[in-house]
Every structure is written in C-alpha cells, then in structure tokens.
C-alpha cells in the first residue's frame, strides 16, 4: 500500500490545524503518510507505537513527537488502550519570525533531528494549558484569535526547546522491533543521502540484516505498516520533492540522484505519490 498523501490548504492567511483531544484507534488511524507541513502531537493518554522515517517508537503520555514537513510516518494506537492525542498542523511559513536571539530559532525542534521529547511533569502541565487556550481561541475567534494562537504556538516550541535544552535522548526508550531493523533503517537514510543514488533492494537489505528475505519482508512490513520496495518508493520521492523545491537542478538528474533507473518510472511514480508531475510540483513550491 503506498502511503498517503496528506493536503492542507496552503493558500490560506492562517495555515494552521489543531485536532485537539482525538482518541485514536487501529482501525480509523491514518497509514503511512507525508505531508508538507510540520507536526506536533502530544500524547493525553494511552499506548502504541509510532513509525517515524525510519525509527519505531513507543508512545504514552507526555512524549511530544516532533515531525518535520515531508516526514513519512504513521501511529499505531493501542487495541486496548487506544491513545488520546492532540496534533498541531502548520507550514513551515506560519512559524518564520525576526530572530532576537542567534541561539533559538522558531523551528529549532525540527532541524534537531529528535523526534520524541518526554515532557517532565511541570513541562506537561504547562504544554496542556497551552493546547486548551489555543483551542479557547480558535473555537471563539475572539478579535485577534489568530495572532494568540500563532504566539502561543512560539511560546510553545520556545519553551519546549529550552526545558529539553536539550535533552537528547532520541533513543531513551528501544524500538519496538528487532535491532537489525533499526540498523536497516539507518541505512538505507544514509544511502539515500549520498549523491549517487542508491542501488538498494530486498534481497541486499536482507543480507546486511543476516535473515532471509522472506523474515525481513514480514517483520519489515508489521513494524512499518507497508512493503520495502513503497518504503524505499517513498523516500525516493521525499527526496525528490526536496530537491525539487530548493534547487534548480535538472529533473533528469534529481531523478538519477535519487535512484530512479528511468524518467518515465520516475514520472509516472511522482505522479502516483505526489498527485502532480515534477515540473508542477517545482513550480507552485518556489525557492525561499
């Protein structure tokens, strides 16, 4: 199954989104799936696992999970305990401001590389009241509701990076999955960031791993929720999209550079995962 992609109204004044206080369970859950905005979700209550680029996280309450635009991911809520969460959605515009201070940027906890943060108990408290006033806000929409809510949203991620300050412990809590998955993982990140390419496949993920091909596909699949070959597809395409929006390289290399063997695969998978060909994307998705 390949992953979804999720769409926000970009061409609004305020390009933002709160879920606020929603149970999930298996069954209603979103796949995997990307989306150009960046989120935030904060857990009430409940367990499960959340998948995130290529890690598996455990989740309870407290964790704030941090996901950068374009971040392939997908929560996976607990049968019996199903989760309670409150997600954030915004462009990476909403959140640009004149920097006061060289040391703190607005979207600092999404250049960190973490993407799980444990909230202390005080942090927690203080996160919360923060979720209800910008729900008090939007739900009212008092005179000036929008310029609340977008400063609260900075203050939220100003304080949630210095009481972390950092706490980095992307890794406290284990994956829920085998080690070799997470090493797997980290590989094919790491292959697909080189300029080359990457020649990557089933069978050679399986031998790095040390397990058959037919073990990995199955683990592969029940810990990420899709097959390798979409897995691979999709960060192919992430990376695309990336290159894409930020240079003015030829199509014809970025399709080379991220590992397509052909341009009409390369189009024709574009198109199946981004709803529009490469030059459109490029177009609407101008350089900062």
């Known amino acids: 199954m390949k992953p979804l992609r999720k769409s ?5 004044l305020f390009p933002f989104a709160l879920n606020y206080r929603d149970t999930k369970t298996p069954q209603f859950e979103l796949p995997d799936h990307v989306h150009d905005w960046h989120e935030l979700v904060y857990v009430h209550s409940g367990r499960g696992t959340f998948f995130i680029q290529h890690t598996v996280y455990e989740m309870k309450a407290g964790d704030l999970f941090v996901i950068p ?19 954030l959605f915004f462009s990476p515009t909403f959140i640009k401001s004149p920097a006061f201070d060289e040391q703190w940027q607005p979207d600092q906890l999404f250049q960190s590389g973490m ?13 919360e009241e923060s979720l209800r006033c910008m729900k008090h806000e939007l739900d009212r929409q008092p005179e000036g509701f929008r310029t609340a809510v977008w400063l609260k949203l900075l203050a939220v991620l100003h304080h949630t990076c210095r009481s ?34 990457d020649k990557l496949s089933l069978s050679s993920l ?31 395409i992430i990376k695309a999209k990336q290159l894409l929006a930020a ?7 970025i399709a080379t550079v991220c590992g397509f063997d052909s341009m009409t695969y390369f189009h024709r998978s574009f198109k199946k995962y981004v ?6 994307y490029r177009s609407s998705h101008t350089l900062d």
């Open 8 to 12: 926000f109204d970009a061409t609004g």
């Open 69 to 87: 635009s374009n971040t392939m991911h997908r929560a996976m809520p607990d049968g019996e305990q199903p989760v309670t969460s409150t997600a």
């Open 115 to 127: 993407y799980l943060f444990e909230l202390a108990e005080t942090d927690r408290e203080q996160f």
């Open 164 to 197: 972390q300050a950092i706490n980095r412990s992307r890794t406290l809590r284990a994956s829920s999955g085998p080690d070799w998955l997470d090493t797997i993982l980290t590989y094919v990140e790491s292959e697909q960031s080189k300029d080359g390419g």
């Open 206 to 236: 399986a031998k790095i791993a040390n397990v058959s091909a037919a073990h990995f596909s199955r683990v592969f699949r029940q810990k990420t929720g899709m097959n390798v070959t979409d897995y691979l597809t999709t960060r192919r």
């Open 247 to 253: 240079t003015d390289d030829k199509v014809s290399w």
């Open 275 to 280: 709803g529009m060909s490469p030059a459109k």
